[in-house]
């Protein structure tokens, strides 16, 4: 899409396949799929844990702790307060709360991927290695903080293993990414390692943060190294390679205020897992581990029963239709579903999800291409003011429709500072009570415009304050000075430009810049360049009218990369045997 983006596909993949089969709704469908794997992640932990130590009451005990506490609450004080207590469960609660389904399904898979490696690791073969590429291929298919949190969790698994298998574990990552290559592209990961500095605060990455990260992973590989040297303290040196860097990393943030990686304070639950697979490796080792562990685990039991439906206040039943996300997301859709329109709060994500309307945002914020998407949404937003501005933003970056909320929306987060700056200046065509739809009017309503090449934004702006070439553009564009164009979508992939540029022109497409768009006129390529804000403008080869055919097309070689891994992986799994007895006949 032109802006938008998605979170990695693994949990819509299972979704759709869900409701498809099931005759569910997608709701219905996505509650059932996330619950599930809300419930089989303490089945991982256990499983892990019961692998490294070696004893069923220990590694239950950790599995049920998971299950139903959250440490994190204890240590840190953030999350009490959004908890509202100390014996809430935080997974639940980034599920119901804050919708962290994605982030859910990859924390749940974390624990089988790394079981997965440990036993390549331990006896490597084809059947295992494709097993273990598979299973870590799935967390960042997830998630991309699972993903990260993998890669620390390989390291501790290798590391506990013994460092001289590291080129089996490399071979492993790098099947495991080239399974995922189709989804994960180099392109769509630079973005999300550019949009993570931006994302729930400032994190900007210099070299002092990678130096502290660096030094604190090594710190990590080191007490691996030194615990894996002892027969007794081996089986902690995983669990404590993992558990050290989920620790340090958001603890770091909730009392020091720094930060080792982007929203470091994501990385609670991964800290909560760890914490849960290093108690059942202390109660295993203890004297009498097995009997404190059968003496938790009752007191567990009894904690769930009494308190488990009082686990988290937040979940209550609705209605969907009778929200007000769903009121005002129809109305749009059913106004001008192919409009852009730009939603900002909580029905920014309702619209992706129950109607197929384009926006400026509302998908994934990490894995948006426009490189001025953080400055543009912030300032449209949460400055004041400066009506005219605002207008101008809007309307270079393509957009037909914005809805604005004041202290009287329905709308929980109500983000917007100057809700009242549009009054009078643009048309409006909806309003419920504090919330109101406005149309922006734009001269040409396509995303392509054939304009003076000299009106282009050239300097990426620093301050979304910056006026000259904005106006500059945005006059191009609505002005006189502009030979139309008009953009006609064929496919999410394909669409066809028709212009009529003059000499010394450029076409301007409102689309975020990405070396993957190919532009053709009677099969030869112009090229496309990216502009000041990140979208993309087309060079014409000549004046006058053109039909220009544009195609998102990823590259072939990656494309046989990823077929020959996944054929790879099918012909490993073909060697199981299944251990049935044979059926005897009569």
């Known amino acids: 899409m032109p802006f938008e983006n998605t979170y990695p596909p693994l949990l819509h993949y299972l979704v759709a396949i869900l409701a498809k089969l099931c005759h569910l709704s997608a709701g219905r469908a996505y509650h059932l799929t996330t619950g599930f794997f809300f419930c089989i992640g303490p089945v991982g932990v256990y499983l892990l844990a019961r692998r490294w130590c070696g004893a069923l009451l220990p590694s239950l005990c950790g599995a049920l702790f998971y299950s139903l506490l959250s440490p ?4 840190m004080p ?19 709360t804050y919708g962290e389904g994605p982030h859910l399904v990859s924390l749940a898979l974390l624990p089988f991927a790394m079981l997965a490696l440990d036993r390549a690791l331990e006896q490597f073969d084809w059947r295992r290695a494709g097993i273990a590429a598979l299973a870590c291929a799935l967390v960042p298919l997830s998630n991309i903080i699972g993903g990260f949190a993998l890669a620390l969790g390989a390291l501790a698994v290798l590391g506990s293993r013994g460092w001289k298998l590291a080129p089996h574990a490399l071979a492993i990552g790098v099947w495991a990414y080239l399974l995922s290559l189709r989804w994960l592209h180099p392109a769509t990961l630079a973005d999300i390692q550019r949009n993570a500095q931006f994302v729930g605060g400032p994190f900007i990455m210099d070299r002092w943060h990678y130096l502290a990260l660096g030094l604190l992973i090594l710190f990590s590989a080191l ?14 040196a995983a669990p404590a390679g993992f558990l050290i860097p989920m620790l340090v990393i958001p603890l770091s943030w909730e009392y020091l205020r720094y930060f080792l990686i982007p929203q470091p304070h994501r990385y609670h639950l991964e800290m909560d897992l760890g914490i849960a697979l290093l108690l059942s490796m202390g109660l295993a080792a203890i004297p009498r581990g097995a009997l404190l562990a059968s003496i938790t685990t009752v007191a567990l039991l009894v904690f769930g029963a009494m308190h488990g439906r009082d686990l988290d206040p937040h979940i209550q039943p609705m209605k969907l239709e009778e929200s007000w996300e769903h009121r005002i997301t129809r109305f749009m859709a059913n106004h001008d579903g192919n409009a852009r329109v730009y939603f900002q709060g909580s029905h920014r994500f309702f619209a992706g999800v129950e109607y197929d309307q384009v926006q400026f945002g509302g998908g994934f914020a990490n894995g948006v291409r426009l490189s001025s998407f953080f400055l543009a949404d912030y300032g449209i937003t949460f400055l004041k003011g400066d009506g005219p501005l605002t207008i101008a933003w809007l309307k270079a970056l393509g957009i037909d429709y914005v809805s604005v909320g004041d202290e009287k929306s329905e709308e929980p987060f109500k983000p917007w500072q100057d809700p009242q700056q549009f009054d009078g200046r643009l048309t409006e065509v909806w309003r419920e009570g504090g919330d109101a739809i406005f149309k922006l009017n734009r001269a040409n309503e396509s995303l392509a415009h054939a304009i003076p090449r000299g009106a282009l934004i050239e300097k990426t702006p620093v301050s979304y304050l910056e006026r000259d070439e904005l ?6 564009i609505e002005g006189p000075q502009s030979n139309g164009g008009v953009l006609t979508w064929l496919s999410p992939s394909n669409a066809r430009i028709d212009a009529s540029p003059g000499a010394g022109d450029a076409i301007s497409v409102q689309i975020a810049h990405d070396p993957r768009w190919k532009a053709k006129v009677d099969g030869k390529e112009w090229p496309i360049r990216a502009d000041g804000l990140g979208q993309m403008w087309i060079d014409p080869q000549r004046p006058g009218p053109v039909a220009i055919d544009l195609e998102f097309r990823n590259s072939k070689a990656l494309f046989l990369l990823c077929a020959v891994a996944w054929m790879l992986l099918l012909g490993s799994l073909s060697s199981f045997q299944f251990p049935f007895a044979p059926i005897e006949k009569p």
């Open 72 to 75: 994190c609450s204890w240590l």
């Open 78 to 96: 953030s999350i009490a307060g959004d908890l509202n207590g100390y014996w809430m469960n935080q997974r639940m609660s980034v599920l119901a």
């Open 223 to 236: 007490a691996v190294y030194f615990l894996a040297r002892r027969p007794g303290t081996k089986c902690f």
């Open 471 to 476: 106006m500059r553009y945005v006059g191009a």
